[in-house]
Structure formats: C-alpha cells, structure tokens
C-alpha cells in the first residue's frame, strides 16, 4: 500500500517499523497548556500546524522519510514529487561544514591600540569563554573595526568575534552566555563601553550545500527544461521575482525546521542575508542543463541548526520529527532541510514553467505522491 493510501493508524504503523519509535501516538500528543504557559509569556492557548511526511527522499544514498509542519496545502506533495523525480538520478547530494557561529561584542569609545590589545588578550579572552560551557567550544577570536554607516553617525566601533563551535547544538544560548562572560574584560583591555553582546544569526561559517538531477522527460521535457531554466533566469536577475522564488524554496525549508523544533526565523532572517551577499537579492538555487539535457539544481545557503538543546529538549513531537528523519547530527539534518528547500523549489517552478501555480497547486493537493 502506498503512503497515501494509509489511514492514520497504518502510518504510524508504518513509522514506528521505519523509525523504530514504539510510543509514537504519546511523542504526537499535543502541547497541554502548562506546557505552553512554560514556554511563552501571557499563553492563552495552543496554535496547531498540520504535520505530515515528505516521501522519495533519498539523501547521500540513505532513502528518508521527512517530517514537514506546514499549513499550505500541496507543499509535502509537491517536495515528494520532485523527490521521487531526482531519486531517478540517484537523489540529493548533500555536504555540510562544521557548526561554527559568530558570537559578537560591541566596543564603543575605545582607547588607542585597542584592537592590538585584543589580539594580544585572545587566550584569556577564549579561556573566560570557555569556562561558561561545557559542550560548546570557542575555538577562535577575532577583532575588526567597524564604520557606523547609519543616518545617526554614532563614529566608529570595535566588534569582538567569538567563533565558536556548537557541534550538535544550534547554539544561541551558549554563545550569548559567552559574549557576556568575556564582556567586562573586553571593557577592560580596550578601556571602551561594551553595548550589544550576542550571537550572529547570519551563519557564514555553517553552509549547507546540496544538489541534484531530474530527468527532463519526467519534468515534461526539454520545453519544460527551458522554461525553467528562464524562470530561474528571472528570479536571479529581478528582485521582485526573486523574493517568491526564494519563498517557495523556504517552504521546504521551514517546513522541516519547524516540524523538529527549529528556530525558522533566524534560518529565514540568515538565508536571505546570504541571498544578497553580492549586493542584489538574488535567488538561492541556481540552475542549468546538463550535457545530456537534464535539469540540475544547486542550493547553498546558511543553516545554524540543532538536535539538542532548546525546543527539541522540550517538544516531544519534534524529538519525534528527528527520529522519523533518523538525524544523529545537526549536519544530517541541515541537508535534509537543505534537499528539501531544493526538492520544493524545482516543484514550485516547474508548475510555473508548466500548468501554472494554481492548476499545479490543485493537482498535488488532489493527488500524492508515493513510489
């Protein structure tokens, strides 16, 4: 029986095989409004999202179901179609860097040869960092001047950078424990104000790349290729375009991230920084034609993600979520979200470049996708 054919109860069958989660209906319970009073200010009750299963995905060679929490309709069918078409080509090829952020301190005021000073304190200033965690690890600092370009010309600035390394971790918690720790001896060496002490959520050293290849008859032929290839064409050239172009990759994206207990504005608010690194927002996947007339698709993008800490230590439906995905590291799961923003975009633009986005919106709703 295909996934879609399955009531409930034979989904969860099926999960609880793949997964080997015995107690799923009790991870799947909903939030108790206790639960939601611990967790957020004010609570007056519990907002519900829709979960369901992204199928097709073969990853790096391993075939895994992906858990996807989103309200639009034909999202988890459309990424399961466009699976299921790469799969054909031997699916996603996926790569993840180390899990490094940028933890920030900003100097204001400062003495004369401050920023030498800095350097010149770096291994105290990383020992201080590093005695406030035991599982995340500062591993480098760095200093640079910084112009106030802003329209209140507050004069120049000094920002201290901790690098640190968040293995498994997304890591917010920690690192801004850290900027503050090390805060009153940056004060100190550099005989300035320290203002703002806080992690980047913008995670250049934490890029998550992945590709594919779909096959231009199943796509609807080499037409269809060159349709897409023009409407990719518009969304790296025109902003306009290249904000919904990006918004259909963040559906995949989101998705996921919400479905494990992510923190999908700080992922949203870092990729589209990344979107415009050139100066001109520009469109996350890029596209072309192979040699033999296929469609390839790339994305690159930052993802500072975590399978500890945080909402997935607190959520039993997103711990969940991890085991349905099978993740046994934050670098396993940002490919898969990274696959999914890929697999979600080739479906979004090749309905444009077909039927249109509402007729292919109808038809995926209509009808899953399955092997």
């Known amino acids: 029986m295909k996934f879609y054919e399955m009531s409930r109860g034979e989904r969860l069958d099926y999960l609880k095989k793949a997964a080997g989660v015995a107690d799923i209906e009790a991870m799947l319970r909903p939030l108790s409004f206790d639960d939601a009073d611990r967790m957020v200010e004010n609570a007056i009750g519990i907002m519900s999202v829709p979960m369901g299963i992204a199928i097709n995905f073969v990853i790096n ?3 895994l179901l992906v858990p996807m929490a989103i309200e639009e309709p034909s999202v988890i069918a459309a990424a399961s179609k466009a699976a299921k078409i790469a799969k054909a080509k031997g699916g996603f090829t996926a790569e ?11 100097v204001v005021d400062v003495s004369k040869g401050a920023m030498q000073k800095i350097i010149k304190s770096k291994k105290q200033l990383l020992a201080a960092a590093n005695a406030k965690s035991r599982s995340v690890v500062a591993t480098n600092l760095q200093v640079r001047q910084l112009c106030d370009e802003s329209p209140n010309r507050m004069g120049n600035m000094l920002i201290v ?8 971790a997304m890591g917010a918690n920690a690192i801004n424990t850290m900027c503050e720790a090390i805060a009153p001896q940056v004060a100190d060496i550099t005989g300035g104000e320290v203002v703002l002490k806080i992690l980047s959520n913008y995670a250049t050293k934490r890029m998550v790349r992945c590709k594919a290849v ?7 032929g080499s037409e269809i290729v060159k349709r897409i290839l023009y409407a990719y064409a518009l969304a790296h050239s025109d902003v306009y375009r290249a904000v919904t172009h990006n918004k259909g990759v963040m559906n995949g994206i989101d998705a996921v991230a919400l479905a494990t207990g992510q923190d999908f504005r700080a992922i949203e608010a870092g990729a589209h920084a990344y979107a415009a690194r050139d100066g001109t927002y520009r469109s996350l996947t890029r596209w072309r034609r192979t040699k033999e007339g296929d469609l390839t698709g790339e994305i690159e993008l930052p993802l500072a993600v975590g399978i500890v800490g945080g909402v997935v230590n607190a959520h039993p439906t997103a711990k969940l979520a991890l085991q349905v995905l099978g993740a046994k590291s934050a670098k396993e799961l940002a490919m898969a979200m990274a696959s ?9 633009i090749r309905a444009l470049s077909a039927e249109g986005i509402q007729a292919g919106h109808m038809r995926l709703h209509g009808r899953k996708f399955d092997k």
Request: net charge negative; glycine share 14%; aromatic share 2%.
């Open 61 to 63: 060679g391993r075939e």
């Open 340 to 348: 999914a923003g890929l697999a979600q975009n080739l479906a979004a």
């Open 96 to 106: 993840a860097g180390d899990s490094l952020m940028i933890g920030q301190v900003q």
């Open 161 to 168: 950078e901790l690098i640190v390394d968040t293995k498994d």
């Open 214 to 220: 779909f096959d231009r008859e199943e796509l609807g």
